[in-house]
């Protein structure tokens, strides 16, 4: 089973921040917090991933709280190619990690 | 640099039958998973394969193998077919040692008949 949740689905409207939350009350201090988005019958694409420091790269920013129990993903000015399932996942590193995805946050970007 | 490569894109087979698919993960990449992907179950890890070994295996019957050749290359194998193995078969690789996000492919879709 997925040791994260997210909500189900989320709307936000384009040019306006998207901020998608990821709840991981059970995560490990040697665990990160990886996202990943699939649009429709494409592979998920990597988009960011950080262990306790906020991350931001150029498509999106990750903060995760002090006790880093939960984080959310800020995508700055959505566009309606965001429109697509936000996964986010907890792993390890190194390892024969795999990837365990929950149902993940339908997004839709609306015009 | 090129992504990772998964032949063919699409496949038709009939139940029973085998199928073989392929994956040519990202040039210095050696670790290979592969993931099935359907509308009941999302997506689901099948195995993990670094230096030509399966480290990691998912929760799928013996029908279900793989292998990893010396160019890290990978392919995965069903036998006897049956119609809930209809699904878009996804191949991911990664860098093993360091920070990196898995890079996937985008798939072949698997129709049973």
């Known amino acids: 089973d997925a040791k994260t949740t997210q909500p189900t689905s989320m709307d936000c409207a384009e040019g306006r921040a998207a901020n998608l939350p990821c709840n991981h009350s059970?995560?490990?201090?040697?665990?990160?917090v990886y996202w990943y988005r699939q649009i429709h019958s494409q592979g998920p694409q990597y988009i960011i991933h950080?262990?306790?420091n906020n991350e931001t790269n150029e498509m999106a920013s990750l903060i995760i709280t002090e006790d880093r129990k939960s984080s959310t993903l800020i995508l700055p000015h959505a566009t309606l190619r965001d429109t697509a399932v936000y996964y986010c996942?907890?792993?390890?590193?190194?390892?024969?990690?795999?990837?365990?995805f929950g149902k993940g946050t339908k997004l839709t970007v609306n015009p | 640099k090129a992504g990772v490569t998964q032949t063919p894109r699409y496949l038709i087979k009939t139940r029973g039958q085998q199928v073989t698919l392929s994956c040519s993960p990202i040039?210095?990449?050696?670790?290979v998973s592969w993931y099935q992907q359907t509308p009941g179950q999302g997506l689901q890890f099948l195995f993990e394969?670094?230096?030509?070994?399966?480290?990691n295996k998912g929760n799928f019957p013996g029908r279900f193998s793989g292998r990893q050749f010396s160019n890290s290359r990978s392919e995965m194998n069903v036998s006897t077919l049956e119609l809930g193995d209809s699904a878009l078969y996804l191949c991911?690789?990664?860098?093993?040692?360091?920070?990196?996000?898995?890079?996937f492919g985008s798939g072949t879709r698997l129709t049973v008949v």
């Open positions: 991911a690789s990664t860098y093993v040692g360091g920070n990196y996000g898995y890079t």
């Open positions: 059970t995560i490990s201090g040697n665990e990160y």
């Open positions: 950080g262990l306790k």
């Open positions: 996942i907890s792993l390890t590193q190194g390892g024969s990690e795999k990837l365990v």
């Open positions: 040039s210095g990449h050696r670790s």
């Open positions: 394969y670094f230096s030509e070994t399966q480290r």
